[in-house]
């Protein structure tokens, strides 16, 4: 389930929903939209059955009730993919410890754009070996700068070059029976279209779904990487 919530004052909400669910779909998931996060404190059946949730976020408001459920539900075992502004924690009434469950959840919250202005081009450089990043080269993208306060237990999987170093853009914890994936990445339509951050988010999908590095390859070998390039040659 793709869940979009927020305004479109700084993130065009609709048009991410609808990219996100086809990127998942690529993946081989049936994939369904939805609007709001105050939907898991009393479960719809959609919400339920979904076995992971994809969440883009625009917003400095969550009810506590609601981050408590949806924590509950991931370390059950539900799936956690979290995009771009969908750390936004602290920023409202109550501050940090009213989203205290949410960051604990998700593991980072956004705090500023940087000193180097709000957006631009820059590499996406992978860190090490991890089904979400496997098969993928460093790519370039045009998006958003975000930094981060991120919790200790994260597992950085990417990164890009910052003046005061590298700033993390993909990391992913576990979470009781859980699997929790963070990108910083997905600001608009450039980031959504890029082949990189869809591949990203495809494999992102099916790992927070529960499947393995093989079944993930399997899976996700039918999309191109760009360039001319697949994973595993034809489907």
């Known amino acids: 389930m793709v869940i979009v919530d927020g305004t479109d004052i700084h993130h065009d909400l609709i048009g991410a929903a609808l990219a996100l669910q086809e990127i998942v779909t690529e993946a081989g998931l049936p994939t369904a939209r ?9 479960l719809t059946p959609a919400t339920a059955e979904a076995d992971v949730y994809v969440v883009y976020r625009s917003s400095v408001t969550f009810d506590q009730r609601e981050q408590q459920a949806l924590s509950d539900l991931v370390a059950e075992g539900k799936g ?9 924690f602290g920023f ?5 410890e009213a989203d205290r469950v949410a960051f604990e959840l998700v593991g980072s919250r956004y705090l500023s754009h940087g000193d180097s202005g709000s957006e631009g081009r820059f590499d996406v450089r992978l860190r090490g070996t991890h089904p979400v990043t496997r098969h993928m080269e460093d790519f370039g993208i045009d998006d958003e700068f975000y930094v981060l306060e991120y919790a200790p237990d994260v597992r950085v ?9 590298a700033e993390p ?8 029976r859980g699997r929790v994936c963070y990108t910083a990445l997905g600001h608009d339509p450039r980031a959504w279209g890029n082949p990189g951050f869809r591949q990203l988010v495809r494999q992102a999908t ?17 999309w191109p990487l760009g360039n001319g390039r697949t994973i595993g040659g034809a489907a």
């Not at 409202?92 to 940090?96: A, D, L, S, V």
């Open 92 to 96: 409202g009434e109550g501050g940090i």
């Open 206 to 222: 099916l790992w927070a779904a529960g499947l393995e590095d093989d079944e993930i390859l399997t899976w996700s070998t039918r």
């Open 80 to 88: 956690l993919v979290v995009l771009h502004a969908g750390n936004l």
């Open 157 to 165: 999987l990417a990164e890009r070059e910052t003046a005061g170093g």
């Open 34 to 42: 939805a609007m709001g996060m105050a939907r898991f404190a009393d």
């Open 169 to 176: 853009v993909v990391y992913v914890r576990d979470h009781g």
